[in-house]
C-alpha cells in the first residue's frame, strides 16, 4: 500500500490513543474544567480516528491504482474501484452490522458534526447527554472512552492484518 497514506493513517491512530489516554487520566480529577477537557480528549480522539479511516480509504484506492486524493467516504472508494475486491466487500458488510467498529466510528463522526439539540439553557458538553441514546452492540455508550478504544484497537488490528495480507501478494 502507499507509503504516504500509510504513515498518514498509523499515525492518526497513534495520536487518537495518546487523546484516549489523556482523556482516561483526566476523569481522575474533580474539577469544572475536567468536562470540557474531557469532551476535547474525547472529540480529538474520534476526529483522529475518523482522519485515519479517510487515510485508509485512500491507502486502498492508491493500492488498487486509482490515484485521488479525496476520498473521504466508503461510497465514494466503491464508486471509483467497485465492490467486488474482498477488502471492499468486508467494509460494505461491516459497515451495516449495528455495533461494529466501522458502524460505531461513522456514528460517532456524524454525533460530532453534527448540532446537537439542546433543550436547557445550560451548557452540557457530554455527547451521550444529548445525543440520542446512541449504544453499541454491547448496549455500552458509543462515545464512551471505552468504546472509542475498542473501535480504535479493532481499526488498527483489522489494518494490520490487511497491511500483512497485501504486503504478500
Known amino acids: 500500500m502507499s507509503n504516504r497514506w500509510r504513515s498518514h493513517t498509523s499515525e492518526k491512530l497513534f495520536l487518537a490513543g495518546i487523546q484516549l489516554a489523556e482523556w482516561q487520566s483526566s ?3 474533580e474539577s469544572s474544567i475536567v468536562k470540557p477537557r474531557e ?5 480529538s480522539a474520534i476526529l483522529l480516528i475518523v482522519t485515519a479511516w479517510e487515510g485508509f480509504l485512500n491507502e486502498l484506492a492508491d493500492y488498487h491504482q486509482q490515484k485521488s486524493e479525496g476520498i473521504a467516504t466508503l461510497d465514494q472508494l466503491v464508486a471509483l474501484i467497485g465492490r467486488d475486491i474482498p477488502e471492499i466487500e468486508y467494509l460494505v458488510e461491516i459497515k451495516k452490522c449495528d455495533g461494529s467498529w466501522l458502524s460505531d466510528l461513522l456514528l460517532l463522526n456524524k454525533i460530532i458534526r453534527t448540532p446537537q439539540n ?5 451548557l452540557t458538553l457530554d455527547l451521550a447527554d444529548n445525543a440520542l441514546i446512541a449504544t453499541s452492540r454491547t448496549h455500552v455508550l ?21 497491511r500483512s495480507r497485501m504486503s504478500e501478494w
Open 142 to 162: 458509543v462515545d464512551s472512552v471505552d468504546n472509542i478504544d475498542r473501535i480504535r484497537e479493532e481499526f488498527k488490528g483489522y489494518l494490520e492484518a490487511l
Open 39 to 43: 469532551e476535547s480528549f474525547k472529540q
Open 118 to 122: 439542546r433543550e436547557s439553557d445550560t
Open 27 to 29: 476523569g481522575e480529577y
